[in-house]
């Protein structure tokens, strides 16, 4: 009996010295692991004072000489060895000779933008290639101010019909791997995109054949008239030249995983860890001016409060689409800046046509007076935003195709009340909501969850903000959280939605033709918008090459848009962008084609640790 | 009797199996929309033929019933297709993806089970007292805040304030030039298994209490206690065993839902792990991937269900083999 006792007695110690063991163990792990961070490394600044100039030059020789025990960033050049070659690299740097610095960009889980392309197959794999892959061009590139700049292609003309379009090429351009680029490549993309049938190859359907007088000029035939060829070939989704060298050898696109990336752009790819970071640096042979930061690093930060977290302690140097609250917490924080990047995205109200109440013409001129833009660019923006009131298109990014005489729906309630009673919406039976034409009460639904309005749920605070001043007017909202691809099936169920596009969307006659009759997919657009007339103008529009007769179509456009009112617009948003100013300057000297630091921008910043 | 008991087990689980790959099926070509609205959405709105050539090129223009069969046959010839996203084989990637989950969550249900057992039995047996009652209280605290939450403040305070771990990850900037360093893994893993264990540690410990709570009562506690046993030895050999039998599902789902991985804490660690993935590929309307996940998912839980089922045969004597049907 005492002997188990005593048997007892040792478990009992035993289990009280397990329990300790693990708690030791996991103390001692974290302690063990807590090594210190690792901060931002500045080859160059041998004497560590954050800043490269003629200091370090002489911190430098100093080290040479025996004067001064060596470190770590005196290496300039990397090389192992401290010598007159790190002197000649810290002045070629302050002299901004050479790329210098690594720029860290966090990217979601869910990007589909910047960086995002190297984690996912291969280049012909993502839908924003040219800009957001930095490693890859297109032959043009689209500026803010509606016109193009050239990439691969340093000139090019349209015939006056828009049927044939020259494309006369840069002559010193590389691929990554040192093979010359030629107008090979571009007749190459083009078979291999359309013999491969991929998804892609859509962009390119209006395009029958490419001929190529020579090594350094493409002509692209095309099949019928086609004016806005290279808004098309530039962005969203846009085409990527690819090297023909590489690519011809490949079967298999859809199942191709490409471990090199090898185009001709101003970066080019050096490793990556799957899932967590891409790493790039500055392509020393690049054909235009070359970027002057040394290595841009692609950082996996699935939760925006994560990324703001890294921006505030160090970890990266930029955190794009801020929402308004959190550009204002970090507004005065040391060395970090905020600036808005002007309207990025246009909002407006959609009204089906097809769906009770809003099939009623009267009852749609009497709503777009109900909407308070100013509310909703104070309360859902922030004040980061500006009201809009022409027809679709946004004055800042499509300037003078704005048809600026079309009908304009101010805020107006008491207009509204009006145009609502003589169109026989009234309360008939006393209970607080009105009766349509048809006896009924006004109900509406609006489907939130779709497109760019949904992100951070900007059009759920639209939507609230709508119930809650069509309320006054005895009109009953409901809001209906739905997902993305489901929203394209509910604004057809529904009188009232919300839209919110890039302003890529809204900066061209052509985006017009979203109204078309037929416009998706041969089936009705998301207003169920169906005019003859104006599906008319469409096919003049698109067979139109002379900038100054679109123009005036589409005025015709914006002027039946107006009268029939399918859509009243709301706002032009601004995207908010923090970076560190500590560590690069240049952010905001440039308009990006997408808000994520695309290739604009990283060619435009540089160390701000040149002095 | 037992040949027949597994047989019958065995063709029971294929039979939910089978079922269950129906219904993933169904649903997941009954979701609107593709991948392609995904990835390039004003492109898809404007040019029927994007989606066309999509749509021709994974073979999902024919019809459904024949989609179906070709599944079927696929899933069991081991061809489980590749993802519209990554461009690589579903398998591959789910084991990529699987072996990052598995980093965070087999320590932290290992822990978890342990830890919650332990406490759940040890304040079970002694419920009533003051320990037992502010112990249940805190657990009852740490439940009712979600995961995300305690994820989000543990980053702050030793991540940002006191700058002992990493914000986020599993691995630091410098293995871009030095590879992976595998104490640098484990550094980023620390606050994510953390996070976890401390999560699910109150589910097992309810349990475990709730269990040997029903097992003091027990008519054979008393006799135990009678025979003037000791209380640890009644603990252990009378109360213990008994109260650890409906453990035995929850152990074995536990283990079974360490594959589904978790998707707020992979979301705020940014652990690319398999809980991520299929949020993303559900996002994404990746539709071989999320047949894949589910397929995988399936597969493991009725696994552990038949386990369990097994297990039960030898570890309660009680349960006859083929006398309750």
């Not at chain 1, 860890?273 to 020393?284: F, M, R, S, T």
């Amino acid at each position: 009996m005492k002997i188990k006792f005593l048997l007892g007695e040792k478990k009992k110690k035993m289990k009280q010295s397990a329990a300790f063991g693990i708690i030791a163990v996991l103390v001692s792990a974290m302690l063990l692991a807590s090594l210190p961070a690792a901060s931002a490394k500045l080859y160059g600044d041998a004497n560590g004072d954050g800043i490269i100039n003629m200091q370090d030059v002489t911190y430098v020789k100093l080290i040479i000489f025996g004067k001064k025990s060596a470190n770590d960033y005196a290496d300039t050049n990397q090389d192992g060895k401290i010598n007159v070659g790190d002197v000649i690299q810290i002045k070629l740097i302050i002299l901004e000779k050479v790329p210098f610095g690594r720029v860290v960009i966090p990217i979601g889980a869910f990007s589909k933008g910047t960086g995002s392309v190297f984690m996912k197959g291969n280049i012909l794999n993502i839908g924003r290639a040219p800009t957001a892959s930095i490693a890859y061009e297109g032959l043009v590139t689209k500026t803010r101010g509606g016109g193009y700049d050239g990439w691969l292609a340093e000139s090019w003309e349209v015939s006056g019909d828009a049927k044939v379009w020259t494309f006369h090429l840069v002559k010193n351009a590389k691929w990554h791997d040192g093979e010359p680029f030629t107008s090979e490549d571009v007749i190459f993309t083009h078979d291999y995109l359309k013999s491969k049938k991929l998804w892609l190859s859509s962009v390119l359907s209006r395009v029958d054949h490419i001929e190529c007088p020579d090594d350094y000029t493409a002509v692209f035939y095309m099949k019928t008239s086609y004016p806005v060829f290279t808004d098309s070939l530039s962005h969203t989704p846009g085409i990527a030249i690819i090297p023909k060298h590489l690519w011809k050898s490949i079967d298999d696109p859809e199942n191709y995983v490409d471990e090199e990336f090898i185009g001709t752009g101003p970066f080019k790819l050096v490793n990556k860890i799957p899932e967590q970071y891409v790493k790039l640096e500055a392509n020393g042979n690049y054909h235009g001016d070359k970027p002057q930061v040394r290595e841009v690093v692609f950082k996996v930060i699935t939760s925006k409060d994560s990324q703001i977290l890294a921006l505030k302690s160090g970890e990266v140097d930029v955190v794009n689409d801020i929402s308004p609250v959190i550009a204002d917490s970090l507004e005065g924080t040391k060395d970090i800046e905020v600036y808005p990047l002007p309207d990025t995205k246009g909002y407006e109200v959609g009204f089906n046509i097809k769906n009770y109440p809003s099939n009623i013409k009267a009852f749609r001129k009497a709503m777009a007076h109900a909407i308070d833009r100013e509310k909703i660019c104070n309360i859902v923006f922030g004040g980061y935003a500006r009201p809009t009131y022409t027809t679709f298109l946004m004055p800042s990014v499509a300037h003078d195709f704005v048809d600026q005489d079309t009908p304009k729906y101010d805020y107006d309630l008491a207009e509204t009340k009006r145009l609502l009673k003589s169109a026989e919406f009234s309360d008939t039976d006393g209970d607080g909501i009105l009766e349509g034409p048809d006896g009924k009460d006004v109900t509406i639904t609006i489907p939130v969850g779709g497109t760019a309005a949904a992100a951070s749920g900007i059009d759920n605070k639209i939507a609230a903000i709508l119930k809650n001043d069509w309320k006054e007017l005895g009109i009953e909202v409901t809001i209906k959280q739905v997902d993305t691809q489901q929203w394209k099936k509910e604004v057809h169920k529904n009188p009232v939605f919300i839209v919110g596009m890039p302003y890529l969307m809204h900066d061209d006659p052509d985006d017009l033709a979203q109204f078309g009759s037929k416009a998706f997919f041969e089936k009705a657009n998301w207003y169920d918008y169906d005019n003859p007339e104006y599906d008319k103008l469409i096919k003049e529009e698109r067979s139109t090459a002379d900038r100054e007769e679109r123009k005036e179509i589409g005025y015709k456009m914006q002027e039946i848009l107006a009268n029939d009112v399918p859509t009243v617009p709301i706002c032009s948003a601004d995207t908010m962008i923090a970076y560190r100013s500590d560590r690069f300057v240049g952010w905001e000297d440039i308009y990006p084609l997408y808000w994520d630091a695309d290739m604009k921008i990283l060619m435009e910043i540089k160390s701000a640790a040149i002095r | 009797m037992y040949a027949e008991y597994i047989i019958k087990r065995f063709f029971y689980s294929f039979l939910a199996f089978f079922i269950s790959i129906s219904i993933t099926f169904s649903i997941l070509h009954l979701m609107p929309g593709d991948y392609i609205h995904y990835l390039a959405p004003y492109l898809a709105e404007v040019n029927p033929e994007a989606s066309e050539l999509f749509r021709h090129q994974f073979g999902l223009d024919k019809p459904i019933i024949e989609q179906y069969f070709i599944y079927i046959y696929n899933v069991f010839h081991g061809n489980w297709g590749y993802s519209f996203q990554y461009r690589v084989p579903v398998l591959k990637i789910i084991s990529e993806k699987l072996y990052w989950t598995l980093i965070i969550l087999l320590p932290s249900t290992f822990l978890s089970i342990v830890i919650g057992i332990f406490m759940g039995a040890h304040f079970g047996w002694r419920s009533g007292t003051k320990k037992d009652l502010s112990v249940l209280n805190v657990m009852i605290f740490i439940r009712a805040i979600p995961s995300y939450w305690w994820a989000i403040m543990l980053i702050l305070v030793f991540g940002f304030y006191f700058n002992l771990f990493p914000l986020g990850g599993f691995i630091s900037i410098s293995a871009l030039e030095l590879g992976i360093n595998y104490l640098d893994v484990l550094h980023h893993a620390i606050l994510p298994i953390f996070t976890l264990t401390l999560c699910s540690i109150p589910g097992i410990y309810y349990l475990m209490r709730n269990s040997m709570l029903l097992t003091v009562g027990e008519d054979y506690i008393i006799t135990a206690r009678a025979k003037g046993l000791e209380e640890r030895n009644v603990l252990r050999k009378h109360a213990l065993k008994n109260a650890m039998l409906p453990m035995i599902t929850m152990i074995t789902l536990e283990c079974a839902h360490m594959i589904t991985g978790s998707i707020f804490i992979e979301t705020i660690f940014s652990w690319p792990g398999l809980g991520l993935l299929t949020f993303n590929a559900i996002l994404a309307r990746d539709l071989f991937l999320l047949q894949g996940i589910f397929l995988i998912c399936t597969l493991i839980i009725i696994i552990a269900n038949f386990i369990a089922d097994l297990s039960y045969l030898y570890i309660d004597p009680r349960i006859k083999v083929g006398e309750s049907a």
